[in-house]
């Protein structure tokens, strides 16, 4: 990611200067690029490299006498230390009277103002929503700007990590199907051109993957498909191998530089019509396209095939899992012998371990997202990550909250689990066991078809709930084959008024992760993946279940027992069971006496 490299004043005085000059009275600096990816290359990174908050979500707005930053709840205290004496306000997001970032600028811009935001980083759908909510008060937006690129002299250079082959082994379906099942979906449709620019969708389609975003394997591309023609992908030649480049165009996969995408659209005609999701295209991709050009507007076909695992893809990720299971015991055996014979641990040293012992797995490619290994307090920021300058020491007692992932060519794995490094307390146990109790309720969930993540929800909350405690991040995100940990199109989250109704369908993974986070005390997160399976047949219709995928005891030092009436704790006996059986053949000696100590009934 992008380093500050002068005070956020210095930064933000230059922006201002650059502002006046253009006549504009406010700036807004979202965290996007021109694939609107969640995690981003340091190239696009300028509103971290503004404001010096890193955090993955959040958005900077500037006026003459004002910085914002807005972020949600998973992000506060991380933004309040990093916004520390700066001139930026953190204005917290989905909070009781507190405006949000465009209902701010309705109350305190004038008409005739101008606001400024560049067209790489803003969506269809968010250009049209940001202009219908300033054209009330009279303003006007502007997207052919980038200021904050202006004034940014040391800017990182786009990435040039190779692109790499999914092989056949692992991707099993053919890029040419895949392709020729997205041409179905554009005929129907009636579509001629089909542009894609999120780059997991583009990574699966054409069976590659990349390391242009830190611990999701993808690369930076456009691709273009006709539905009667070849396909185009938009890419730096230069990271592509000459065999590489072959294989594609006998598939007809043609390839173009990565900034003639907007050249081609241009070239569109009258007769032809272009499908393009206006949440996943940037306004100034899509502005190219002619005015005569017809399009219709629907979620990339890509999105939902890519979200049903197949059969032998599901084998493979099954696999990954006992692997991945296993390296977590090797670790979590190994820092629990460390502290028992009184070594200095500290949550950069859990990292570690879990980082090594993943990486002596067969196929591992690399992290799925930064380790979050936070020790009794730190374990209550949701998103918290240890650094060199800020980081604690462990001790034998109380909670560590590891929540960490790996990319493997068979799969994609997160998972989270709380540790008991010693005495802990009757209140920690309680909320532990309340967390726990969710997630049993959800993972044994049967629901009809047709049903969503948010219908859902409320299952995991139901016991947190009833003590009149909640949490406010989501409770499932659906994840990829070796892509992205955050995968669309489903999840699991309160309902949003507006908010897309995916259904669940086999096939789809999503995350089971309630949690409890209590500032200054103790976070509690439990986590599993889980594939949702055909279950039953009823004179009610077709029911569905989840099939748990994750492999890893949880720490029922954790726990109050107690507190799990009958069918939880079978649940759980189970679930040890099935990590036992699965984890056992790939460990031996101490680590093996280690699974069983953790596996056993309660």
């Known amino acids: 990611m992008a380093r500050m490299s002068k005070p956020s004043s210095d930064k933000l005085s230059a922006l201002r200067q650059a502002m006046r000059a253009n006549g504009i009275a406010a700036c807004l600096v979202p965290t996007a690029d021109p694939h609107l990816s969640e995690y981003l290359p340091g190239h696009w990174a300028a509103r971290e490299w503004l404001s010096g908050f890193t955090g993955s979500a959040g958005t900077l707005l500037v006026t003459g006498d004002h910085a914002g930053l807005w972020t949600d709840s998973r992000y506060f205290s991380q933004a309040e230390q990093q916004l520390a004496g700066s001139s930026i306000t953190l204005m917290k997001q989905k909070v009781a009277h507190a405006p949000e970032h465009l ?96 780059l997991d969708d583009i990574a699966w389609l054409t069976n590659l993957r990349g390391s242009d975003v830190e611990c999701n394997p993808v690369f930076l591309a456009h691709l273009l ?63 190219a396209v002619p005015a005569a050009v017809k399009r219709i507007e629907a979620a990339n076909p890509s999105t939902a095939m890519k979200a049903r695992k197949s059969e032998a893809e599901l084998e493979h990720i099954r696999d990954t899992m006992r692997r991945d299971g296993a390296a977590l015991v090797r670790a979590f055996r190994r820092l629990e012998e460390r502290l028992a014979a009184g070594m200095t641990q500290t949550e950069l040293d859990v990292d570690a371990l879990v980082r090594e012992e993943r990486a002596a797995q067969p196929n591992f490619i690399g992290e799925s997202f930064a380790t979050i290994a936070g020790y009794q307090a730190n374990g209550a920021l949701p998103h918290y990550r240890a650094t060199p300058e800020h980081h604690s020491a462990l001790a034998r007692k109380g909670l560590l909250l590891v929540d960490s992932g790996g990319q493997y060519l068979g799969g994609t794995t997160d998972i989270t689990r709380v540790l008991a490094l010693g005495e802990t307390t009757a209140e920690q146990r309680r909320d532990a ?167 056993a009934p309660l």
């Open 433 to 599: 066991t309340l967390v726990m109790k969710g997630m049993i309720a959800l993972s044994r969930a049967r629901f009809p078809k047709g049903a969503n993540g948010p219908q859902l929800d409320a299952l995991a909350r139901a016991p947190l709930w009833a003590a009149g405690m909640d949490y406010g991040h989501g409770t499932g995100h659906g994840v990829g084959y070796f892509l992205n940990v955050h995968e669309g199109p489903h999840g699991i989250r309160p309902p949003v008024a507006g908010g897309a109704l995916v259904a669940l369908e086999p096939g789809m993974i999503t995350s089971i992760e309630p949690g409890l986070y209590k500032p200054a005390r103790h976070g509690i997160r439990h986590e599993n993946l889980a594939v949702v399976v055909e279950a039953e047949q009823t004179e009610f219709g077709d029911f569905l279940a989840f099939e748990t995928l994750t492999l890893c005891p949880f720490d029922r030092r954790a726990l109050e027992p107690h507190l799990l009436n009958p069918e939880e704790r079978a649940w759980l006996d189970d679930y040890h069971a099935t990590v036992r059986a699965a984890l056992a053949p790939l460990l031996d000696d101490a680590d093996l006496a280690w699974l069983e100590r953790h596996c």
């Open 225 to 287: 498909v006709e539905a009667e023609g070849q396909t185009t992908l938009f890419v730096d030649r230069g990271k592509l191998s000459d065999k590489l480049v072959g294989a594609l165009a006998r598939d007809g996969i043609g390839i173009a530089d990565y900034a003639t995408v907007t050249d081609t659209l241009g070239e569109l005609g009258g007769t032809d019509v272009l499908l393009q999701d206006p949440g996943k295209v940037v306004c100034a991709v899509a502005g």
């Open 103 to 198: 209902t701010w600028l309705q109350q305190h811009l004038h008409r005739g103002d101008v606001v400024a935001v560049a067209g790489d980083s803003l969506s269809v759908a968010g250009q049209r929503q940001i202009a219908r909510l300033l054209d009330e008060v009279g303003v006007t937006l502007r997207t052919d700007l980038d200021l904050p690129a202006a004034i940014w002299a040391d800017r990182p250079a786009l990435p040039r990590a190779q692109v790499f082959e999914h092989a056949p082994d692992w991707a099993h379906t053919p890029r040419s199907d895949k392709l020729g099942r997205v041409r179905t979906a554009m005929r129907k449709l009636g579509a001629t051109h089909h542009l894609v620019s999120s």
